[in-house]
């Protein structure tokens, strides 16, 4: 299977990046990565099946696993090891015999000259900080890390965090993936956005393509990842319509609403964003996805049946044993980005979204636009079409 | 509220078209809606609400109805104009009392400057020919007709229908659109396609939109009319990976695929399709909304459930009392454009699910795409990306 770009040059690459190709062993990539939950470990399944079976890189895949210890007395990195399974993350799903979990970071990483960061994002900081020095100088990097911070001057996309810290360029990977559903290989998509290096973009496409796992490469590292944040405030939308009992027909209008103020919000922090990404897997299908499964949905759902007299909070901790919801914490934070800059009215749905989840609106405000509808004008200036 | 256009010159509009103009009785436009069924009733409720609000309107809705003697033994139109509502095709819904229905095509037509289309798509080449010469010269027409013919040389377009045998121009309004919900004011959203000017769809959109019902003009009468089509064909895709039980994140990408293929089709066929039309609610809206519920996926799921052994003719028969799915016979019709102009490989999904409709290919197929990757090179020239 071809590797997928948006554009068709891939007859100008240079062959050693194409599969099966007759590298010496000097030029084989090592590949790392950095996190082992649910993700994570599908992640290393599917670049172990790909490095077994090209020669450009090195067969084994290391894992970084933060150490636990299992009810049994055992490490869970021992385990992985011998069983090939992540027993605590994904179990019952044998990760391939050439992965091979590290609880050591520093030693995880000493010889990769491809890190794949896939965790919780608000440990990336940590990771970093720890990781500064002890990189190859010719390290690639990508984040599979969905969720970001948005703060007031503008969001703290993963991507940058890697980059600046490392001193490494660094690439994304998004999309519809829920990851239980791909570990037992069914039909998904995702996309890699790459800044300006479309030979490296190749080698990640590459790196994570299988039959059952297509992958595309988009030149737009900004758009692809604010997709796996901004999509969660939809959800929250979409739920309070489920909650509300609206229908499809309703349901399809706020989830259409809702990727064109992904696609404005984005462009008008970022003028690189192109208007394509958002038909790629990371735009409407991670979106289709998260409003049809998904906990923010869920949640909403459940906020909007109890017509807001429950907190999110409260909801959050029945339903959710503990975890946060992403789409709430998102919502409140876009919508300091949208006051501070004076683009509230641009965006009636991520604003109304808020203002629903702390109670200033009742759920049914979600499908009300009259009085809201967005002033095109004002966004005629960075945007093509809205 | 605004209506709403994808660029923002509604201010050198004259405003003769503006909401409450003061426009003379002699400028003031007369509409006939030309269909009398779930939607014709639907879309003669929405217009009838905005004659009254208008000055730029006659209050007066004409409404053509195929008379029908009821079981009562009382004539269709007549119990429409006694009790103010279609009580075979939308029963319990008030339909403004200025809408008058009117059995004689003819006539109802006769003083018409706005011609609403809204009848089965087999039936409009019959009423066309039998309006030729009895519309007035100045007449606008608008189809909300769904669903076409795709003939080897390209699909027959009701729009092009309409203007070539009555020599007017056509809007067309597609979207997201399921009758029943919008009777009852559930939110939703529609497009108006137009093909040059403006003006004319800023009259369609005033026309159609409510509060609940939002409606934006594009300058791209192909591309929205054939999303209207095209959805059908991706909608029996996403009933195989329900029946497949293959989960949102197998449907998600179905569905993104899907759209790909949408757009790729409609911009092959005619090069003034826009990308921006796909992000409408005419296309991606509407898709989800087919989608999620619809016939078409209802019956392809079944179909899947009993992998392929009973034939959509026989499901049809049992599931739909009559009813012809039209994203089966639109899948023929595309796979033979495709077939004839040598693009199958392009449009793996199109070409998928005909071939898993007549029974060469189990449903399972629809999934399996590593073969059948689509060519990029060979839509470059075409699409800006595909």
Known sequence: MAPAFEDNNSETLPSSFSSGSDDGVLHKSKVTVVGSGNWG??????????????????????????????????????????????????????????????????NAVKDANMLVFVTPHQFMEGICKRLVGKVNGDVEAISLIKGMEVKREGPCMISTLISEQLGVSCCVLMGANIANEIAVEKFSEATVGYRDNREIAEKWVQLFSTPYFMVTAVQDVEGVELCGTLKNVVAIAAGFVDGLEMGNNTKAAIMRIGLREMRAFSKLLFSSVKDSTFFESCGVADLITTCLGGRNRKVAEAFAKNEGKRSFDDLEAEMLQGQKLQGVSTAREVYEVLSHRGWLELFPLFATVHEICVGHLPPSAIVEYSERKPRLSLLEGSTQYY
Chains 1, 2 share one sequence.
């Open 41 to 106: 470990s599908v992640a290393s399944k599917l670049i172990a099946s790909n490095t077994l079976r090209l020669s450009s890189f090195h067969d084994e895949v290391r894992m970084w696993v933060f150490e636990e210890t299992l009810p049994s007395g055992e490490k869970l990195t021992d385990v992985i090891n011998r069983t090939n399974e992540n027993v605590k993350y994904l179990p019952g799903i044998k990760l391939g015999k050439n992965v091979v979990a590290d609880p050591d970071l520093e």
